[in-house]
């Protein structure tokens, strides 16, 4: 939608007397009101009459406004030997206004006032119909809110994954109100700040996205979902590294595996802005890939959490799985992983043995959510011993919290409160959830 910008704006009070002198309202553009005859108000019966004069040609908008609302739009169009109507050929005008709104309904004239624009151009205001809020859209057979993130602003991260759908982020107050979107790309970016993406640029400077994937409509390598099923990005938690929001790439995809193949599972990063930095595509999570397995693959509903080093991130959520049914079947790692941001990967066990389920201080039983508190300390859904245990930031054991099947979670980071979601027994989709707040465990001066 395109809308009018006035660069001279002249008010004029409507009351019940009958002659009423001018008033000038605040103008987009200060400029002097160009009028042969300055404009002014007259009532004759029940009809009220606005006159004035222009001394050249010019675009004139008249309008009766309640406040800032317009409640009547008068007339619109160029003054001159052939204006629409009710405007009169020639630059001077006297127009009619019966007292009622565009719907036929009377107003109350001492509530109005006249609204005159001259000198009009047209500029982008909106698209009718568009709704920031609306991240996404119907849900033909899967798809929806991915991953979460929340910046030291409060402003959320929200990424959209759904099928044959690009994969987008969106970002919004903590009211709700919508933002931007920084995933794809805003169009205003430059080509410096996205050039790592591999664009197409031409010889005249214009530069186009490589369509990575042409059912997902993918402008990102490695970062698209699938159709059918429940296909798409994984259900994860994202986190923020300085500038950097960090993801998991795509973990399923049947046409991927149809024309070749997927890469392997990675942390892909973005900038904040927008922009795409040398290491959008992080460093790998596991060793193994799609190619040559079925449909379904690895790595599970990953869960990340940045060490205190801003430089490395923790995981959980990986799973070992080459059968076709991966969400009903697959067995967990039982460990949390750790991966450097600058480094090639793949991540490493940390805490906890792969293969092996325990739950004494040194495993874990399918860990399922992950988080650190202000301190750096981390926090660990250990779902299949229904605790979460928490580890100082050099890897110690600090205690646990009994919790029945506790699942994502994710701390304040302010008042250490601790929230987290009890899940069922599979790792995804999460049904029966319940969200619960936990006081701080650990007190002002770092002790249990």
């Known amino acids: 939608m395109f809308a009018g910008r006035s660069l001279i704006a002249v008010g004029v009070a409507l009351m019940q007397a009958p002659l009423v002198p001018p008033a000038v309202c605040q103008a987009d553009e200060l400029a002097n009101p160009d009028f042969r005859v300055a404009p002014y108000v007259t009532r004759e019966g029940s009809r009220i009459w606005i006159s004035f004069s222009l001394t050249e040609a010019a675009d004139v908008a008249v309008e009766i406004r309640r406040g800032t609302r317009v409640v009547r739009h008068l007339a619109a169009g160029v003054l001159g030997p052939n204006p629409p109507e009710p405007l009169r050929p020639g630059l001077a005008q006297r127009l009619p206004w019966d007292g009622t709104d565009d719907l036929g309904r009377p107003v109350k004239l001492s509530e109005c006032s006249v609204y005159l624009g001259v000198g009009l151009r ?3 205001d909106r698209i009718l119909g568009w709704r920031g809020e609306a991240v996404g859209g119907p849900r033909i057979h899967c798809g929806g809110v991915a991953g979460l993130a929340v910046d030291e602003r409060s402003r959320c991260y929200v990424l959209y994954s759904g099928s044959k759908k690009p994969t987008s982020v969106h970002v919004f107050t903590r009211e709700g109100r919508y933002l931007r979107t920084i995933m794809p790309y805003p169009a205003s970016l430059a080509y410096e700040k996205v050039r790592n993406l591999g664009l197409i640029r031409l010889s005249d400077g214009r530069f186009f996205p490589m369509i990575r994937h042409p059912i997902m409509f993918a402008l990102y390598p490695e970062s698209y979902g699938s159709g059918g099923g429940l296909k798409g990005l994984p259900a994860q938690t994202m986190v923020l590294a300085g500038r950097g929001l960090v993801m998991v790439n795509s973990w399923q995809s049947r046409y991927g595996l149809r024309y070749g193949g997927l890469g392997p599972r990675r942390l892909l990063v973005i900038n904040t802005d927008g922009s795409i930095p040398k290491n959008y595509l992080g460093p790998r999570l596991t060793d193994r890939s799609c190619r040559g397995c079925p449909e379904y693959s690895c790595p599970g509903p990953v869960h990340l959490a940045l060490a205190p080093d801003g430089k490395t991130v923790y995981l959980t959520g990986l799973v070992d799985s080459t059968t076709p049914d991966t969400l009903r079947t697959a067995r967990p790692f039982h460990a949390v992983y750790r991966v450097r941001l600058d480094g090639a990967g793949p991540a490493r066990p940390y805490l906890g043995v792969p293969d092996e389920r325990g ?28 605790r979460i245990v928490v580890f100082r930031p050099d890897g110690g054991y600090l205690g ?4 029945e099947r ?8 302010r008042t250490n409160d601790i929230y987290v979601l009890g899940t069922a027994d599979r790792p995804y989709p999460i ?14 001066s770092g002790n249990w």
């Open 122 to 124: 047209p500029r982008f």
């Open 359 to 386: 739950n004494d201080r040194r495993h874990f039983n399918d860990p399922r959510g992950l988080g650190t508190d202000s301190r750096g300390n981390l926090y660990v859904s250990d779902h299949g011993n229904n």
């Open 400 to 403: 646990q919290i009994s919790i």
């Open 406 to 413: 506790p699942g994502p979670l994710c701390l304040h980071q």
């Open 431 to 444: 049904t029966g959830t319940k969200l619960r707040k936990l006081s701080a465990v650990i007190d002002a």
